[in-house]
């Protein structure tokens, strides 16, 4: 069974910096790209990052590019998330994701919020 | 704003049909796979439909998806009031290497 469990999720202030992470497990983890995908409080999904299997391709939305860094450890089946330079707008759920290069995403952590205020 | 276009509420009663739209370009949905995703309320989003029209194990085929084009649609048949819950369309756009989202469409089942 696929398993995905988020962590450091919390409370920062504007400005701040917090890293994600997400363990995995119940697949052959360094075969599947991986995202992160946020939902703001009452909001719809937004597509955060993408990392390859073999970590060679990373891919940001504009709204985090040069702020976020997504990077994964195949030894220990993790991929985390680094947010620098947090701002308001930030603050969401974050959801550890299994896939989209496909066009789907077949599998979904339960989420870690990140609230950004001061 | 969303890359995609979705109503953003549709209603039917039990036992009827309701169909969600998801409308895209040429670059995301026009190039690529759709997928769609049933969020109930608190929880994470599932996987409901991928590669247009497939369906992951488990999942009843009371629902359907279908492509044409650079648009995408979910069909419910057979309506319950457990399938009341916000659903999303997506794909990656190849030509923008990224992920996109249609912005949701809260079902209600009167």
């Known amino acids: 069974e696929v398993q995905l469990l988020e962590s450091g999720g919390g409370l920062v202030q504007p400005g701040g910096s917090l890293r994600l992470s997400c363990a995995a497990s119940?697949?052959?983890?360094?075969?599947?790209?991986m995202s992160w995908v946020r939902q703001a409080p009452g909001k719809g999904l937004e597509w955060v990052s993408i990392?390859?299997?073999?970590?060679?391709?990373?891919y940001y939305a504009d709204s985090v590019k040069g702020r976020f860094t997504i990077s994964r450890d195949n030894s220990k089946n993790t991929l985390h998330l680094q947010m620098n330079s947090l701002r308001a707008e930030d603050t969401a759920v974050y959801y550890c994701?299994?896939?989209?290069?496909?066009?789907?995403?077949?599998?979904w952590g339960q989420g870690t919020l990140v609230t950004v205020s001061s | 704003q969303s890359v995609l276009t979705q109503p953003p509420s549709v209603s039917a009663a039990p036992g009827q049909k309701v169909t969600i739209s998801c409308s895209g370009s040429?670059?995301?949905?026009?190039?690529?796979?759709a997928s769609w995703y049933q969020q109930l309320p608190g929880t994470a989003p599932k996987l409901l439909i991928y590669?247009?029209?497939k369906r992951p194990s488990g999942i009843p085929d009371r629902f359907s998806g279908s492509k044409s084009g650079t648009s995408a649609t979910l069909d419910i048949t057979g309506l319950q009031t457990g399938d009341e819950a916000d659903y999303y369309c997506?794909?990656?756009?190849?030509?923008?290497?990224?992920?996109?989202f249609g912005g949701g469409t809260k079902l209600t089942v009167l």
């Open positions: 994701a299994k896939g989209y290069y496909s066009g789907y995403v077949d599998h």
């Open positions: 119940g697949f052959t983890f360094r075969s599947y790209d």
């Open positions: 040429s670059s995301d949905i026009g190039n690529n796979y």
């Open positions: 997506g794909t990656w756009d190849r030509s923008l290497s990224a992920g996109v």
């Open positions: 590669e247009n029209n």
């Open positions: 990392v390859g299997g073999s970590s060679s391709t990373t």
